[in-house]
Each structure stands twice: as structure tokens, then as C-alpha cells.
């Protein structure tokens, strides 16, 4: 009678294991299934954020840990070019422009002009913004590029030399002038002779994006 019990004990015992073991199984199941699917996403995810494409275009985050870079051939170029670009294009998307306009009227310029109110009081942004701007403009097109102002010494009060004065006045037929501000919308766009890049107010990096805008369609990559 004594090992009846006994075998019973250990046959629920046997059997009581083996139902654990089931259900350790079960969850390392699950929790392998989970690790899986999260490290899947999460590559995806970062394989996303380090690299993309964009109108077949490689884009890169730059070593400098700010922009994006792309290789791309300068005129007839055998090697390409490493270039950089502050934002992503996908993101640029939304900004309005003229790319006919812009395509024709930085064509055939020998000098340009990134030109600013310096009484509006824009800062480094829109310092940054006039490089993205002179990069295409002085590899691609070879044009002479010089950062100025649009108010003179009488205005100002203040002691400025002529030659970095210029306004919308100022552009001709082998002359451009870009005018760089702040306004109701972040657009490029024809005024008075000038190309306007301006970004919406009261958002400086808004013209860096505007900037970048122009800067992409002036090498064709955004149209």
C-alpha cells in the first residue's frame, strides 16, 4: 500500500514537472519571438536613421555629426564630389519654389550676392545659410559668391564700404542678387529682382532650411 502511494506521489510529481517545463518553454518561446521582432525593428530603425535614398541619391550622416552627405558629380567630374547638406530632403518637401525660375535665373550669373537687412539682427543661421547657398553656386555654376549687406553707411550710421552694400537694384543679366530673411512662410521666390530665401518668422533655422531647399534644386536633385 505504502509504495502505491508512493508511485502516485511521484507520478503527480513527474507529471507536475512536466507541466512546468511546458510552460518555461512556452515563455522562452515567447520572449525569443519578442527579442526577435524588437531587434528586427530596432536595425531597421537605425539602418533608416544612418543611411537613405533620395532620387537615387545616397544620403549619409556627415562625420561631422551634423547634415547629411552625398557624393555627387561636379560638371564632368570622374570622381565624385563629397557634399554636405544641412537638413533632409524628405523634410524639405513642403517648402515652396520656383524651380524653373531659380534653374534660369542662376544660369549664365558670373557674381552673386547673398545679401540681408543687417537691421533685421539675424544671427548664425542665416550665416549658415548663405554657405549651403554658395556651395552649388561656386562649384556648379562657377560663380563668384560675396556675402553683403542691404543698407549703406548713411542708413546705418555706421562705417560700411560700398562693395558690400547690394540690393535687388543691383541684379542684371550676369548679376544675381539672393536676399535672405524672415516673412510670413518658409519659400523661395521672385521679388524686385532678387531670388528671396526666406524662412517664416520668428524661426532663423527656417532660412537654413529654405537654403537647403534651393541648394538641392540648383543640383537637381529636388525638383
Given at each position: 500500500m505504502?509504495?502505491?502511494i508512493?508511485n502516485?506521489?511521484e507520478?503527480?510529481?513527474?507529471?507536475?514537472?512536466?507541466?512546468?517545463?511546458?510552460?518555461v518553454?512556452?515563455?522562452?518561446i515567447?520572449?525569443?519571438i519578442?527579442m526577435?521582432?524588437?531587434?528586427?525593428n530596432a536595425?531597421?530603425?537605425?539602418?533608416?536613421?544612418?543611411y537613405f535614398e533620395?532620387?537615387?541619391?545616397?544620403f549619409n550622416?556627415?562625420?561631422?555629426?551634423?547634415?547629411?552627405?552625398?557624393?555627387?558629380f561636379?560638371?564632368d567630374a570622374s570622381?565624385?564630389?563629397?557634399?554636405?547638406?544641412r537638413?533632409d530632403p524628405r523634410?524639405l518637401e513642403?517648402?515652396s519654389?520656383d524651380?524653373?525660375?531659380?534653374?534660369?535665373?542662376v544660369?549664365?550669373?558670373?557674381v552673386?550676392?547673398?545679401?540681408?537687412?543687417?537691421?533685421d539682427?539675424l544671427?548664425?543661421?542665416?550665416l549658415?545659410?548663405?554657405?549651403e547657398?554658395?556651395i552649388?553656386?561656386s562649384l556648379?555654376y562657377g560663380a563668384?559668391?560675396?556675402k553683403t549687406?542691404t543698407k549703406t553707411?548713411?542708413?546705418l550710421?555706421v562705417?560700411?564700404e560700398?562693395?558690400f552694400?547690394?540690393t535687388c537694384e543691383?541684379?542684371?543679366?550676369?548679376?544675381?542678387?539672393?536676399w535672405?530673411?524672415?516673412?510670413d512662410?518658409?519659400?523661395?521666390?521672385?521679388?524686385?529682382?532678387?531670388?528671396?530665401?526666406?524662412?517664416k518668422?520668428?524661426?532663423e533655422m527656417?532660412?537654413?532650411r529654405a537654403a537647403d531647399?534651393?541648394?538641392?534644386?540648383?543640383i537637381?536633385i529636388?525638383?
Amino acid at each position: 500500500m505504502s509504495d502505491e502511494i508512493n508511485n502516485a506521489v511521484e507520478k503527480k510529481k513527474s507529471e507536475l514537472s512536466q507541466k512546468k517545463l511546458g510552460i518555461v518553454t512556452v515563455v522562452a518561446i515567447g520572449m525569443l519571438i519578442f527579442m526577435f521582432i524588437f531587434l528586427f525593428n530596432a536595425s531597421n530603425s537605425s539602418v533608416d536613421r544612418l543611411y537613405f535614398e533620395y532620387n537615387g541619391i545616397k544620403f549619409n550622416p556627415s562625420k561631422t555629426g551634423v547634415g547629411f552627405d552625398m557624393q555627387f558629380f561636379v560638371n564632368d567630374a570622374s570622381y565624385p564630389t563629397l557634399m554636405t547638406v544641412r537638413n533632409d530632403p524628405r523634410e524639405l518637401e513642403d517648402i515652396s519654389i520656383d524651380v524653373d525660375y531659380v534653374m534660369d535665373v542662376v544660369s549664365g550669373k558670373n557674381v552673386v550676392y547673398i545679401t540681408e537687412d543687417p537691421l533685421d539682427d539675424l544671427r548664425g543661421p542665416t550665416l549658415v545659410a548663405a554657405r549651403e547657398i554658395a556651395i552649388p553656386l561656386s562649384l556648379l555654376y562657377g560663380a563668384e559668391v560675396n556675402k553683403t549687406l542691404t543698407k549703406t553707411s548713411e542708413e546705418l550710421d555706421v562705417p560700411i564700404e560700398e562693395q558690400f552694400v547690394r540690393t535687388c537694384e543691383d541684379s542684371d543679366d550676369t548679376t544675381l542678387v539672393i536676399w535672405q530673411r524672415l516673412g510670413d512662410e518658409t519659400a523661395v521666390f521672385e521679388e524686385n529682382g532678387c531670388l528671396i530665401v526666406q524662412g517664416k518668422s520668428p524661426d532663423e533655422m527656417e532660412i537654413i532650411r529654405a537654403a537647403d531647399r534651393l541648394y538641392l534644386t540648383m543640383i537637381g536633385i529636388m525638383s
